[in-house]
């Protein structure tokens, strides 16, 4: 009897991914074609979207999926105030969660696919050009912490993009390694790390220009897109209900700030020598821009 239930149980788990697309497996398919982790259905519901919706994300999927859930454990608690002072849509609020497994299933089918036109040269290319993008940021966001300027171009930089993404970052990264190689003198950085991020970018660019065109790859990063955007238009609406309804209860508003936001606001906050007015938020942190 255990045995059968066992086989039930995991029948149902296996149509319950097949016709949801709710648990879309992270691997790639390895044998035959190359297999989508969205549903026809999920599919139609992204291209139904206006194009609009395809633009380049602006920010790292993985932290957009983070902020959406704490969200969501915030409208559960706080919904019913949301909804009675601020233009929050119970409809948008109630829809986050299905956002949310859509931008989960395109990302998968994206991240299954990104990879398999390349060639081994260019694989190994991007390897070498992703680890130095990832040891960039650490040093800038390390030796240069409170220049906001830095801060605010190195937030634009998306880690996990495609390979035209990756070229225009490295050229990004290259030009702030070199405006600012004193302060990063004792980074652990490549020697001459701006003239390697311009040779990867241009190596990078150069294969991926020569090799064959990928349409089934760059329609499934569309849907990514799709799904990404969709997802943050949700989000931006919470979040400008919350900083609306909280903006003099400084420990609920941060739930409704964007994590670069938050971290600004803290540095900010922590610079100050004035105590704090009772009941107020600090200039500085109420007027950070929400871009994110």
Same mark, same amino acid.
């Given at each position: 009897?255990?045995?059968?239930?066992?086989?039930?149980?995991?029948?149902?788990?296996?149509?319950?991914?097949?016709?949801?697309?709710?648990?879309?497996?992270?691997?790639?398919?390895?044998?035959?074609?190359?297999?989508?982790?969205?549903?026809?259905?999920?599919?139609?519901? $992204?291209? =139904?979207?206006?194009?609009?919706? /395809?633009?380049?994300?602006?920010?790292?999927?993985?932290?957009?999926?983070?902020?959406?859930?704490?969200?969501?454990?915030?409208?559960?608690?706080?919904?019913?105030?949301?909804?009675?002072?601020?233009?929050?849509?119970? =409809?948008?609020?109630?829809? $986050?969660?299905?956002?949310?497994?859509?931008?989960?299933?395109?990302?998968?089918?994206?991240?299954?696919?990104? *990879?398999?036109?390349?060639?081994?040269?260019?694989?190994?290319?991007?390897?070498?050009?992703?680890? &130095?993008?990832? =040891?960039?940021?650490?040093?800038?966001?390390?030796?240069?912490?409170?220049? /906001?300027?830095?801060?605010?171009?190195? =937030?634009?930089?998306?880690?996990?993009?495609?390979?035209?993404?990756?070229?225009?970052?490295?050229? #990004?990264?290259?030009?702030? $390694?070199? #405006?600012?190689?004193?302060?990063?003198?004792?980074?652990?950085?490549?020697?001459?790390?701006?003239?390697?991020?311009? /040779? &990867?970018?241009?190596?990078?660019?150069?294969?991926?220009? /020569?090799?064959?065109?990928?349409?089934?790859?760059?329609?499934?990063?569309?849907?990514?897109?799709?799904?990404?955007?969709? &997802?943050?238009?949700?989000?931006?609406?919470?979040?400008?209900?919350?900083?609306?309804?909280?903006?003099?209860?400084?420990?609920?508003?941060?739930?409704?700030?964007?994590?670069?936001?938050?971290?600004?606001?803290?540095?900010?906050?922590?610079?100050?020598?004035?105590?704090?007015? *009772?009941?107020?938020?600090?200039?500085?942190?109420?007027?950070?821009?929400?871009? *994110?």
């Amino acid at each position: 009897m255990a045995s059968e239930k066992k086989k039930k149980a995991r029948a149902e788990t296996s149509s319950d991914t097949d016709t949801q697309g709710e648990k879309p497996s992270v691997e790639p398919q390895r044998s035959g074609k190359k297999k989508s982790a969205l549903t026809a259905a999920q599919r139609q519901e $992204l291209l =139904d979207l206006d194009p609009a919706y /395809e633009a380049p994300i602006d920010h790292p999927v993985a932290d957009t999926l983070q902020e959406a859930r704490e969200l969501e454990v915030a409208v559960r608690k706080l919904g019913k105030e949301l909804y009675k002072k601020s233009r929050l849509s119970k =409809d948008v609020a109630a829809s $986050l969660p299905d956002r949310r497994a859509l931008l989960e299933a395109a990302e998968s089918a994206w991240t299954a696919s990104r *990879t398999l036109p390349l060639s081994s040269d260019l694989r190994a290319q991007r390897k070498d050009a992703e680890a &130095l993008k990832r =040891d960039a940021i650490a040093a800038l966001r390390y030796f240069l912490a409170g220049n /906001e300027d830095v801060e605010r171009r190195v =937030d634009g930089i998306v880690l996990g993009t495609g390979i035209s993404d990756l070229v225009s970052d490295l050229n #990004q990264l290259a030009e702030l $390694l070199e #405006q600012h190689g004193a302060e990063l003198a004792r980074a652990d950085l490549p020697k001459n790390a701006p003239k390697r991020a311009r /040779e &990867l970018a241009e190596a990078l660019g150069s294969g991926s220009a /020569e090799r064959a065109v990928d349409p089934e790859g760059n329609a499934v990063m569309a849907l990514r897109n799709r799904a990404f955007w969709w &997802l943050r238009e949700a989000v931006d609406e919470i979040r400008a209900a919350g900083r609306y309804v909280y903006r003099d209860e400084r420990k609920v508003l941060a739930i409704f700030r964007a994590s670069g936001a938050r971290a600004r606001a803290r540095q900010r906050a922590v610079k100050q020598d004035e105590p704090e007015t *009772t009941g107020s938020i600090p200039t500085p942190a109420a007027s950070e821009p929400e871009s *994110t």
